[in-house]
């Protein structure tokens, strides 16, 4: 499953990245990005499966990590675009986020069934919501960069975007370290 799903953020992340770049949208590529870091949270969660929990935390603070540093980096891509100006496509915007929408719903999923407490699987269910929490955040977006002629909806779904992925990131170390805690307190 955790393949499937990291098969699936690797084709967004490309076809996001792509539409991003030709539609001038921070939010789409916020979101590329986004699926970018998942993709590679998402080979890490699998690389810990049936491992020690130890390297299971190690493999959830890398992540919440990941999405820290995401986040940062969507924040800068932001202030450049305001600073220097962009013109995104409210079309593209639109018609990327609806098909990114429900793949980041399966994944959702897919990774739901699977209705496991282990601290990587609750990033990567994070994860996802994230994601299609942040399609919606685009499509309005697009929506908005449309009928006004305007960018700062994107940018402002871009800081969105980095938004989540900020919460997300806390709340993955919160959930490590109390897993770690819970842990030492089982072994005393």
Partial sequence: MLLIVLALNALLFAMLGIGGLAADSSALIANALDNASDAAVYLISFLAVGRALAWKQGAARFSGVMLLIFAAGVLI?????????????????????????????????LIRRQHSEDVNMKAAETFSFNDFAANGGILVAGALVLWLD??????????MVAAIALKGGVQILRDARKSRLTKEGEVK
């Avoid at 305001?82 to 429900?102: K, N």
């Avoid at 305007?150 to 800081?159: C, H, N, R």
């Fill in 150 to 159: 305007q960018a700062w909806p994107d940018l402002l779904v871009g800081v």
């Fill in 77 to 109: 891509d932001a202030g450049r675009r305001w600073w220097f100006g962009t013109e995104p496509i409210g079309w593209t915007m639109m018609g990327l986020a609806v098909v990114a929408a429900v793949i980041n719903l399966v994944c959702f999923e």
